[in-house]
T-cell receptor, first 117, second 115 residues
Framework: AQTVTQSQPEMSVQEAETVTLSCTYDTSENNYYLFWYKQPPSRQMILVIRQEAYKQQNATENRFSVNFQKAAKSFSLKISDSQLGDTAMYFCAFMKHRGWGAQKLVFGQGTRLTINP | GAVVSQHPSRVICKSGTSVKIECRSLDFQATTMFWYRQFPKQSLMLMATSNEGSKATYEQGVEKDKFLINHASLTLSTLTVTSAHPEDSSFYIC???????????FGDGTRLSIL
């Protein structure tokens, strides 16, 4: 079974700083997908970024980028020029390729990120 | 695009009541929907996977008779908490995929409080 681990329960940075959230996972599969979701106080789950395991290039979405290290099974999220609206719980998630059955998301424990003014 | 609507957003009811929560994909057809439960300050726990036209697949430890899931169409899945008790109080969230190998998109969740 796959597992996802986020070792940082809480993080806090000043506005405009850069912050990196860590995520490691365990799987025996070669094809899969990784995601970062954001859950602000409103509790809505918002997709931040996705990465396909077969792509070597790290995904980027504006101020958000990932450092995907497949061999190390590491998938960190970097937020540049952090903003107050980035304050939220961040979840790392793993999803199998469709060839391996139901595509359930496996979530990490979450990292609570606070951006201070 | 990829909007998932969940209703109601908040329910408060007496113990013994059955509560139905709806999850709709507004601008796409979802062959698969998922139901999660989230306790305060914790991660999401998958309860079941719902496929259109077939029985839901429940995760280990989730009571099928307590949490009834129906996925009658490609845009609607419902979760019914039967004879709810205070321990069923929680935040329930649904999600749907736009297609295979696509991310899950989430509804806004339902906060259920059983008195």
């Amino acid at each position: 079974a796959q597992t996802v681990t986020q070792s940082q329960p809480e993080m806090s940075v000043q506005e405009a700083e850069t912050v990196t959230l860590s995520c490691t996972y365990d799987t025996s599969e070669n094809n899969y997908y990784l995601f970062w979701y954001k859950q602000p106080p409103s509790r809505q789950m918002i997709l931040v970024i996705r990465q396909e395991a077969y792509k070597q290039q790290n995904a980027t979405e504006n101020r958000f980028s990932v450092n995907f290290q497949k061999a190390a099974k590491s998938f960190s999220l970097k937020i540049s020029d952090s903003q107050l609206g980035d304050t939220a719980m961040y979840f790392c998630a793993f999803m199998k390729h469709r060839g391996w059955g139901a595509q359930k998301l496996v979530f990490g424990q979450g990292t609570r990120l606070t951006i201070n003014p | 695009g990829a909007v998932v609507s969940q209703h109601p957003s908040r329910v408060i009811c007496k113990s013994g009541t059955s509560v139905k929560i709806e999850c709709r994909s507004l601008d796409f057809q979802a062959t698969t929907m998922f139901w999660y439960r989230q306790f305060p300050k914790q991660s999401l726990m998958l309860m079941a996977t719902s496929n259109e036209g077939s029985k839901a697949t429940y995760e280990q430890g989730v009571e099928k008779d307590k949490f009834l899931i129906n996925h009658a169409s490609l845009t609607l899945s419902t979760l019914t908490v039967t004879s709810a008790h205070p321990e069923d109080s929680s935040f329930y969230i649904c999600s749907a995929q736009t297609g295979e190998d696509q991310p899950q998109h989430f509804g806004d969740g339902t906060r259920l409080s059983i008195l």
